[in-house]
């Protein structure tokens, strides 16, 4: 038997109302790369933070080369050698290149700061990427490729028999790839076990040996050497086939009907560039992107939250400057139900009848400011059917309510004020399967009554399920756009080339 | 060094100390020279460093995200405390000090302690605290005034000089030479400030923000102490009244000073710069024969108009950055070296 670099069995977590993690295993044998792949929200930065002491599991065993051990903060995890690129940017912005490098264990002579070790330390770091930044750089003034490379180096610091590599090539472009996977060769022939999260899957099957692949929390393939499978089984066995062939329904958009909203060659505060769009009544319209792409900071602008420094933004057919999302929705009839939803979609001390008629007030209003109560409920009540939201009572607070039917209150909301428009972001995440059936059947059936309706959405099955057309967006910019056939295998790979597509040069 | 000078002038440092030159020449063209009088200067020296310690001892706070708001209530108990103990129990000057610095220090601790182990925001806390101590500062000390000529040697040091510099601003000034090396020199240090800047980023490091909060009010605690020691040297008596007006200038200084209220940086510099200010506004007080009230005035609007002009200087980054990021996709992509401000790209 090889003894396992690292060996994670049975592992499980959950949170309120979501099982993060079920029973997942995984081994990583010294000198492989190993893939751990999955859709987002499939548990994988949930494991990576296990494994890494930042949060703990509430059932399972990790061992470390053969000895049960108990990694119960990130200060264990790093003494027991495991080093971690993270997914998200955890510098320290108002700290030089070098202290970031070498935080996790700052060089000292007694309590002092060995500043010349610090520097020294950076620098082997740095040159490990080939990388020529002065380590007395501050943070702040790198770009965010740059950021992500000095990420890179942080987890290149301590001695590590065990590397996680938490999506670190997404916001990077191949040339900067290519500077990590020199480094993971390297580090592969010194016998360290390297676990590399990617959606990027040509980097996968050219860096790494085996795979495991998780679904909803669950490891559907584990530890099984990449070779064995094609390309094509992967994405399947990610995805999950039952999911990506839901029945869709036959829907037929008007698409000589002039579009509801209509931006044209927009740039925005917020960085987008040149960026067009259009969207119909009866549409369902997909922006799809990898997460940082810019798709939320768009929604933004077109509620005014952002400004558009120069292109159009018309509403049915006419220009329109939106300053705020109280004139948004008022005077344009664009509602915009977030991705947050605990934190900015419902009142969570509020009961369900203030949830949904927070938007509608104003018409509701008797005389000197006092809302009507029986009008309030029923409207309410209408909603609450047609949406089949799952309450004991009006009074119930939100914040008691299960995640989709919450969600639904945050959608309930916008259409009570009648909205012609409606932005929904990310509206299944931490949802599970059969409410999410529940939630595309409600879109399409809003879309069938003639909303217009702009989805956005980092599950791809998702997209290739909802939308009617779907738009690509990379790095703030518009990367092309497909007429949606609901066929996974082919619409996923002509999504997924679009979004490695060079941008246009203008 | 030519970074450090650059650094200076594009902090607000420069602006602080010009404004106070100014105000000094101000003061002493308007006082006919009485300003720059050996007596006039030492007063204005010796009443220095209680403002500077107590900004320093917000600017802890602050650094890693918190605030005190017992800072008042923490000097005052502490100098009734000893002083009480000196005149009552005829407890000797000596031991006198190390309790205005105990009480400080252990004060500041069980703030940073209630803070961590109930997870109550430390607005509340200290709130709380800064109610409980000035309730026990009354207890002990109700109406009297306690004269100083309980603690004679201690006044004696309240009135010594070097060079005619008052010895207690001397104090003060090397109090903040030490906690400028402490954040800047110290891994404990960094680590407060890591924890100040971004404590998700600091926990993956393996940092303990629970430490560091409570280091910070145990910090921030000892020197609210060594300001009521100050006071003890100081004043001609203790009272209730002692801490009572140190709340708005312990804010006041790190603020000016280019303290962020977000966590995460310290200005030593700045905030003793801007203890300076505030000082000379209240000399301007006494000199013109102002109303109080009237330094109350202009402190506040002055912290109103720094806060406001930090919040213009952050919309006004954000908005650099998105136009950044609009130029990038022309030229060669997000990683073109023009993003980087410094040049120091790959």
Known sequence: MTEFALEAVGVSKSFPGVKALDNVSLRLAPGEVHALLGENGAGKSTLIKILTGAHTSDTGTISLSGVVSDISSPSAAMAAGIGVVHQERNVIRGFTVGENIVM????????????????????????????????????????????????????????TKVLLLDEPTASISGNESDRLFRVVARLKQEGAAILFVSHKLEEV????????????????????????????????????????????????????????????????????????????????????????????????????????????????????????????????????VTENRKEEGVFLEQSITRNIAVTVWSNLEKAFGFVSGKKERALVDSYVRDLDIRISSQDQLAGQLSGGNQQKVSLAKWLAAQTQILIIDEPTVGIDVRTKRSFYDLIWKLADDGLAILLISSDLAEMVTLADRIVVMDRFAITGEVDNTHDYDTMSQAVIRLIHAELPVS | MKRQALAFARSQNLTLAVIIVLGVVLLGVTSGGGFFSPVSVRTFFQFLAVPILIGLAQMITVAVGQLNLAIGSIGGFAACLAGVMMADLGVPAVLGVVVTLV?????????????????????????????????????????????????????????????????????????????????????????????????????????SNDRSVIIAHAASGLLCGVAAFISLASLSGVNTSVGGDWLLPSFAAPIIGGVALTGGTVAILGTTLAATVVRLVDSARAEFQLAPAWVNFVIGAVVLGTVALGRAREVRDSRRAGAARAKAPQTTGPTSPGQAPTGAAS
């Open chain 1, 104 to 159: 996790s264990r700052m060089p000292r002579r007694g309590p002092r700061v060995d500043w010349t070790a610090v520097r020294s330390e950076a620098r082997r770091c740095l040159a490990m990427l080939d990388l020529d930044i002065d380590p007395d750089t501050p943070m702040a003034a790198l770009s965010s490729a740059q950021t992500q490379l000095v990420e890179i180096a942080r987890g290149l610091y301590t001695e």
């Open chain 2, 103 to 207: 009480v400080g220090a252990v004060a500041g601790f069980i703030n940073g302690w209630l803070v961590v182990a109930t997870r109550i925001n430390g607005f509340i806390v200290t709130l709380a605290t800064m109610t409980i101590l000035s309730g026990a500062q009354y207890a002990i000390v109700s109406t009297r005034t306690i004269s100083s000529t309980n603690w004679a040697p201690i006044a004696d040091l309240g009135k010594a000089t070097v060079g005619g510099i008052p010895v207690v601003f001397i104090l003060a000034i090397v109090v903040a030479v030490l906690v400028s090396l402490a954040f800047n020199h110290t891994v404990g240090g960094r680590r407060l400030l890591a924890s100040g800047d971004n404590s998700h980023a600091a926990a993956l490091s393996g940092i």
């Open chain 1, 205 to 336: 099957f050219a860096h790494c040996d085996t795979v495991t692949v998780l679904r909803d929390g669950k490891s559907i393939l584990q530890s099984e050497p990449l070779s064995a499978h094609s390309r094509d089984e992967i994405v399947d066995i990610m995805v999950g086939r039952s999911l990506a062939s839901l029945e869709v329904p036959t829907r037929s958009v008007d698409r000589s009907a002039p579009p509801v909203l209509e931006l044209e060659h927009v740039n925005t505060t917020a960085g987008h560039h040149d960026v067009s769009l259009d969207l119909r009544a009866g549409e369902v319209l997909g922006l799809y992107g990898l997460v940082g792409a810019g798709r939320t900071e768009l929604a933004r602008a077109i509620l005014g939250l952002e400004r558009i420094t120069t292109g159009t933004l018309s509403v049915h057919g006419s220009t329109a400057s939106i300053k705020s999302v109280r004139q948004a929705l008022q005077k344009y009839r664009i509602g915009y």
